[in-house]
Every structure is written in C-alpha cells, then in structure tokens.
C-alpha cells in the first residue's frame, strides 16, 4: 500500500502519538509499503528526514505557548493538498487529528482519498486544565468535523468510543494499542536502580509520563506520608518545577527511554497514574506488562486496562483519599501486592504491535474500499490495493 501518515507531534518529541507511530512504521516497513509522514517541523536541526523506511516532510511550526516543545504546523488547506496530490496515497492516516489534521482531512476529502482518523487525544477536556474553559465547545466542535469527515475513525478505549458515538460521530471502531512484552518485563527488576532512588530500601510508587497539566502529577501529592514508601517521578515537561516543590519528597527521574525506562518500571512497586483524560494510557499496558500493578483514575482508557481488585484499583475522578486507601492497601501488604502484580502480567499477554498494527492494515483496506474511486490527480501515480 502507499500511505501517507498525518501526524500532529512527531520525532524528537517523544510522546503516546509518536511511539504508535514509530510502531506503526516498523509495521508497514516490514510489509514493504511505500510511507510518507507529514508532521510540524522541529526546532532540532538534527531531526531525522527519514525514520524506518518513511520519508518525513516537514512542515513549517511554531511552538506552542506554555509548552514550547510542542509545535504546531503553520499554513492551509492547500498546502497539504499538494503534497497529497503529489504523492497520490491509497490512504491518509490522521494519527490524532486536531490542527494539521483538520487541514489534512479536508485535502483528502477534496481529493477523494479515504482518510483513517486515529483518536487518541482528548484535547477538548484539556481546554479547563489550561485556563481556557470557554474553549472546549469550540474544540469539540473541531473534533466532531474532522470525525464526521473521516472515512472510519479509530479509538482506543471502550469510553472513547462511547464518547465520540454519544456526540454523533459515525463510522467509529475499535483499535486498541500494542505493549512490547519483551522490552516491557518483570525480569528488568533492578536491585540496584531501586537502591539508587530509595536508599532506605522503601517501597516505589511510581509515575511515568509527560509532566504537564493535563496528567494532574499534583495530585500525587496526596500521597505525602504513606509509610515505608517513596514517590518516584519519570517524565519531564512545561511543570516539572512546579512538581519538584509540590512533591518534595519525591525522586524526579527525567526523561526515560529504551531499556532506561523498562528498567525503572519493572523496579517500581507500584504504578500510580492520575490523570482523567486518558483515552487509552499506554505508561499502564506498560507497567502491567513489567508485573506492577496499577491505581488509576477511572475514567477514560483506565476503565479497560485495571480490573479493580485483580490488577490494581480504580478511584473515582477527583476522588484522592481514596488513591491514597488504595496505594495504602498495596503498599502495605506484600502478599496482595504479589497476586495483583502476577495477575496484571498475565492480563496483557498477547497484545502485541504485531497482531494489533495487521488490524490497523485492515482498516486501512476498509476504508480503501468504503470510499469513492478518485477522478482527479490523487489518483496518478499511487498503486492501488
């Protein structure tokens, strides 16, 4: 197939969006498909113009306020349409749509190619989190057009497609993400990376993700004073100062990548993610995966991923007394702790990148045949399935 990848934050920046990416890339590398990624530029002159067999064109971006190492594309409709015009795909994956997807959906509409819209960002509830409430209409407003103009849309989570089908949204389908089971293990357990961030041989509660305010890290701060326990934070971004005087006590761990991360994970104790706006939350598929059992808000991807009282706890939003009883019930006893650990390992065996990224090429050959044949220069040069 010949496709062609829309995607909002792409290489350097590292985040849920670029790591489907790239696993998506190897994916279609691996199957011999022709591939091109469309993405904001960077400011790191050093940013690969190819990345696992796909040619990537920038576009021109600015950074976005209050968040600088997130850009936003620049430019119109038009724009894009000539480089889909050009390169004449047999489909447009939109990998979480919101700007430069919402010109690219419409390019692709214009020019009679079939579009796969991933959703996988909640951006409109982000809207109160950054002081700009009166905006989330007008966000949803944006969301529900890209959506209702896709050829099929993709979620992640059983709450993300009720959302999206409760606001109208049709064509929508289930697809969920992949876990790298080998590099994502309870065998990278590190004795000594434990002893490095709790010397006092406490039990880890940890967090994994961007620290900026839509993943709601502060509320971690509940957890001051849980007995025999330190607070581990891996991630960096825009609050990361802020944490570090909100949660004193905590140890901030940075970026983490590759073999990095997987080691600190599987060194954790327990996994602790606070965040509401999740559609999926792939830092919990990948603690489970390194046998950590998890307590989460439950709303959103959560809801499908921990089993209360199996895999780890669910709290209701808002709820942070009763994060604390739960990291509480689990830190303290070492039996459960086990039994729950063992039981989320086994919970997520099977869902590898592999099988889940051969359902996304299913969609794509959906899509291909739901739409209309293009009659105008889209359809030049790309191979059709």
């Given at each position: 197939?010949r496709?062609?990848?829309?995607?909002?934050?792409?290489?350097?920046l590292?985040?849920g969006?670029?790591?489907?990416?790239?696993?998506?890339?190897?994916?279609?590398?691996?199957?011999?498909d022709?591939?091109?990624?469309?993405?904001?530029?960077?400011?790191?002159g050093?940013?690969?113009d190819?990345?696992?067999?796909?040619?990537?064109?920038?576009?021109?971006?600015?950074?976005l306020?209050?968040y600088?190492?997130?850009?936003?594309?620049m430019g119109?409709?038009?724009r894009?349409?000539r480089i889909?015009?050009?390169?004449?795909?047999?489909?447009?994956?939109?990998?979480?749509?919101?700007?430069?997807?919402?010109?690219?959906?419409?390019?692709?509409?214009?020019?009679?190619?079939?579009?796969?819209a991933?959703?996988?960002t909640?951006?409109?509830?982000?809207?109160?989190?950054?002081?700009?409430?009166?905006?989330?209409?007008w966000?949803?407003?944006?969301?529900?057009?890209?959506?209702?103009?896709?050829?099929?849309?993709?979620?992640?989570?059983?709450f993300?497609?009720?959302?999206?089908?409760?606001?109208?949204?049709?064509?929508?389908h289930?697809?969920r993400?992949g876990?790298?089971?080998?590099?994502?293990?309870?065998?990278?357990?590190?004795?000594?990376?434990?002893?490095?961030?709790?010397?006092g041989?406490?039990?880890?509660?940890?967090?994994?993700?961007r620290l900026?305010a839509?993943?709601?890290?502060e509320?971690?701060?509940?957890?001051?004073g849980?007995?025999?326990?330190?607070?581990?934070?891996?991630?960096?971004?825009p609050?990361?100062?802020?944490?570090?005087?909100?949660?004193?006590?905590a140890?901030?761990?940075?970026f983490?990548?590759?073999?990095?991360?997987?080691?600190?994970v599987?060194?954790?104790?327990?996994?602790?993610?606070?965040?509401?706006?999740?559609?999926?939350?792939?830092?919990?598929?990948?603690?489970?995966?390194?046998?950590?059992?998890?307590?989460?808000?439950?709303?959103?991807?959560?809801?499908?991923?921990v089993?209360?009282?199996?895999?780890?706890?669910?709290?209701?939003?808002?709820?942070?007394?009763?994060?604390?009883a739960?990291?509480l019930?689990?830190?303290?006893?070492?039996?459960?702790?086990?039994?729950?650990?063992?039981?989320?390992?086994?919970?997520?065996?099977?869902?590898t990148?592999?099988?889940?990224?051969?359902?996304?090429?299913?969609?794509?050959?959906?899509?291909?045949?739901?739409?209309?044949?293009?009659?105008?220069p889209?359809?030049?040069?790309?191979?059709?399935?």
């Open positions: 197939m496709i062609a990848i829309v995607a909002e934050s792409f290489l350097p590292m985040n969006v670029t790591h489907s990416i790239l696993r998506v890339l190897d994916h279609l590398q691996e199957r011999g022709d591939v091109l990624v469309i993405a904001p530029s960077s400011q790191d050093e940013a690969p190819q990345v696992k067999g796909a040619d990537i064109h920038r576009l021109p971006a600015v950074p306020a209050g600088t190492n997130v850009r936003v594309a119109g409709v038009y894009v349409k889909l015009a050009d390169y004449a795909p047999d489909v447009v994956h939109l990998a979480s749509p919101f700007v430069l997807g919402w010109r690219a959906v419409q390019a692709a509409h214009q020019l009679g190619i079939p579009t796969v991933v959703y996988q909640e951006v409109p509830s982000y809207a109160a989190r950054y002081g700009v409430p009166f905006l989330e209409n966000a949803w407003n944006r969301v529900e057009n890209i959506h209702l103009l896709a050829t099929r849309t993709l979620v992640p989570s059983t993300a497609l009720n959302q999206l089908r409760g606001r109208g949204i049709p064509r929508v289930m697809w993400r876990v790298d089971t080998a590099r994502f293990s309870p065998g990278k357990r590190d004795d000594g990376w434990r002893a490095l961030v709790a010397p041989g406490e039990r880890i509660i940890g967090y994994v993700g900026a839509e993943k709601q890290v509320d971690l701060a509940a957890l001051a849980v007995p025999n326990a330190k607070l581990v934070v891996v991630g960096d971004g609050q990361r100062a802020a944490l570090e005087d909100a949660l004193p006590n140890f901030f761990a940075g983490l990548g590759g073999e990095e991360l997987a080691r600190a599987a060194s954790f104790d327990l996994f602790v993610h606070p965040g509401e706006f999740e559609t999926f939350c792939q830092t919990i598929q990948e603690a489970m995966a390194s046998g950590v059992p998890v307590v989460a808000t439950g709303r959103g991807g959560p809801l499908d991923l089993e209360n009282s199996r895999t780890g706890w669910l709290y209701e939003p808002g709820d942070l007394s009763a994060m604390r739960h990291v019930d689990l830190v303290g006893d070492d039996a459960k702790r086990r039994a729950f650990a063992a039981a989320a390992h086994a919970s997520v065996q099977g869902r990148w592999p099988a889940l990224c051969t359902e996304l090429v299913r969609h794509y050959t959906a899509a291909v045949a739901a739409a209309p044949v293009p009659t105008g889209a359809n030049a040069k790309g191979a059709k399935l």
